[in-house]
């Protein structure tokens, strides 16, 4: 089973607004990422955990807050968004061979949450 | 800074007839490449990987090639069926530590009935 979860599918929020995006998987991969996607462009990476632990933040802005609560989950809180922050956003996880997480493990995506910010 | 090219954006087949999809990366260090399918509203899919101690890997109807000397890796799909329509993604490692893939600019694949 290579199954990565995320809810909600769909969000639209204000710019006022909070909310999180969750993400689950229970293959026991130990490094998780978070990735937007905007329309026909590939995905970019946000951040990586790596056993529970912020590994990379691609200088990603502070409106999104990751977060690591244990091996299964992975959540992204959004505050204060603006309109170019609309897009889909994909979690994925690989297994960490080797005890640590590397770009030669295989990643496994979520189907993603579609982010609409008005 | 390290790049893949990928070609063509968009291939257009018909039912039945091969497609190959072809990308070139810049840094020799690069040792793995995964292809991903991306489905419209969906998340991209693993479809097949390479690693670079090895030159050809098939899967039914899908194969990946990879010249290392060249640095090119090219996806093959036979036999085409209209399900095959999707954004196909070549991927390949980025620097130790990094966790980064490269990622291609995409190949929107339709495959005509």
């Known amino acids: 089973d290579t199954e990565v979860t995320q809810t909600p599918k769909h969000l639209v929020m204000g710019m006022t607004n909070k909310k999180s995006l969750k993400c689950e998987q229970h293959?026991?991969?130990?490094?998780m990422y978070w990735y937007k996607q905007k329309a026909k462009k590939p995905p970019e990476l946000m951040f990586v955990?790596?056993?529970?632990?912020?590994?990379i933040n691609e200088s990603v802005p502070s409106r999104f807050s990751p977060e690591c609560p244990n091996s299964s989950l992975l959540n992204l809180h959004l505050h204060a968004l603006q309109p170019e922050d609309s897009a889909l956003y994909l979690c994925?996880?690989?297994?960490?061979?080797?005890?640590?997480?590397?770009?030669?493990?295989?990643?496994?995506f979520g189907p993603g949450t579609r982010l609409t910010v008005l | 800074g390290e790049n893949v090219e990928q070609h063509p954006s968009t291939l257009s087949v018909q039912e039945g007839d091969s497609a190959v999809i072809k990308c070139t990366y810049s840094?020799?260090?690069?040792?793995?490449f995964p292809w991903y399918k991306q489905e419209l509203g969906k998340g991209p899919q693993l479809i097949i990987d390479?690693?670079?101690?090895?030159g050809e890997k098939k899967d039914q109807r899908i194969a990946v090639t990879l010249n290392k000397t060249a640095k090119h890796f090219s996806l093959h799909i036979t036999e085409t069926q209209p399900e095959d329509s999707a954004v196909y993604f070549c991927?390949?490692?980025?620097?130790?530590?990094?966790?980064?893939?490269?990622f291609g600019t995409g190949t929107r694949l339709k495959v005509l009935a």
């Open positions: 991927a390949a490692s980025a620097p130790s530590g990094t966790y980064k893939y490269i």
């Open positions: 840094d020799s260090a690069s040792n793995y």
């Open positions: 955990y790596s056993y529970e632990k912020l590994s």
């Open positions: 994925a996880s690989s297994q960490v061979i080797g005890g640590r997480a590397s770009s030669t493990d295989t990643q496994y």
């Open positions: 293959m026991g991969h130990r490094a």
């Open positions: 390479i690693r670079s101690n090895v």
